[in-house]
């Protein structure tokens, strides 16, 4: 069992920056795999982010790259988000994502990650 807990998400203006965290309780080892996700009202659940433990292999959704980069420190159990340049559109709640077990790539999909956290509010605006 995996317990994710997030903070950091606040209300900032187009252009700001943000950096979300995510504690993990639980046994997560090099190999495994976390995510970020979001979902803005009205619309389905999307993966932001992902990074496979120890590796430090990422994967990034296209509109976010060059802008979010996500890391994880394995002395703290914490995954993080940076949020840079930040537009209206990034305006959703986010959540922190986890599998157990050896994955040579982490990918986006919902269906992969059966722990979750409650998800922290990050709202953009103009």
């Known amino acids: 069992q995996v317990q994710l807990v997030e903070s950091g998400g606040d209300s900032v203006q187009a252009g700001g920056s943000l950096k979300l965290s995510c504690v993990a309780s639980?046994?997560?080892?090099?190999?495994?795999?976390m995510a970020w996700f979001r979902q803005a009202p009205g619309k389905q659940r999307e993966g932001v982010a992902t990074i496979r433990i120890g590796a430090e292999d990422t994967y990034y959704y296209e509109s976010v790259k060059g802008r979010f980069t996500i890391s994880h420190d394995s002395l703290k159990d914490t995954l993080y988000l940076q949020m840079n340049s930040l537009k209206t559109e990034d305006t959703a709640m986010y959540y922190c994502?986890?599998?157990?077990?050896?994955?040579?790539?982490?990918?986006?999909?919902?269906?992969?990650?059966?722990?979750w956290g409650q998800g922290t509010q990050v709202t953009v605006s103009s």
């Open positions: 994502a986890a599998r157990q077990g050896y994955a040579r790539f982490c990918g986006p999909e919902l269906g992969d990650y059966p722990y």
């Open positions: 639980g046994r997560m080892y090099s190999g495994f795999c």
